[in-house]
């Protein structure tokens, strides 16, 4: 059973980092891209970033251009996102999702497989 579960979530001052992790089970890493969305309070999901699965080729939201990272280990069948420059308009619930494509169309429309998402706080 393909599973995604989210971590590193939790509050954090403007200015700060935090790295989110997904580890993923149930399927082959190396074949699927990874994405990360986030949904904050009434407010729209917003694709975030999405590394494909064999170029590494990534995307990025403009809002997170520069401040966010995305990464993978296939090894270790785990994704990150390191988020560096943290402001409150980023506090939201942070998913991780899977799908065979990686693209600014998945960001905008979603992939197939999704995580539970942890909640990402930013406040002084």
């Known amino acids: 059973q393909l599973q995604l579960v989210e971590s590193g979530g939790g509050l954090v001052q403007p200015g700060g980092s935090l790295r989110l992790s997904c580890a993923t089970s149930g399927f082959t890493l190396d074949y699927y891209a990874i994405g990360w969305f986030r949904q904050a309070p009434g407010k729209e999901r917003e694709g975030v970033s999405c590394?494909?699965?064999?170029?590494?080729?990534?995307y990025y939201a403009n809002s997170v251009k520069g401040r966010f990272t995305i990464s993978r280990d296939n090894a270790k069948n785990t994704v990150y996102l390191q988020m560096n420059s943290l402001k409150p308009d980023d506090t939201a619930v942070y998913y991780c999702?899977?799908?065979?494509?990686?693209?600014?169309?998945?960001?905008?429309?979603?992939?197939?497989?999704w995580g539970k998402g942890t909640l990402v706080t930013v406040s002084s």
């Open positions: 999702a899977a799908d065979p494509y990686c693209s600014d169309y998945n960001l905008k429309n979603g992939m197939k497989y």
């Open positions: 590394i494909s699965s064999s170029t590494g080729i990534t």
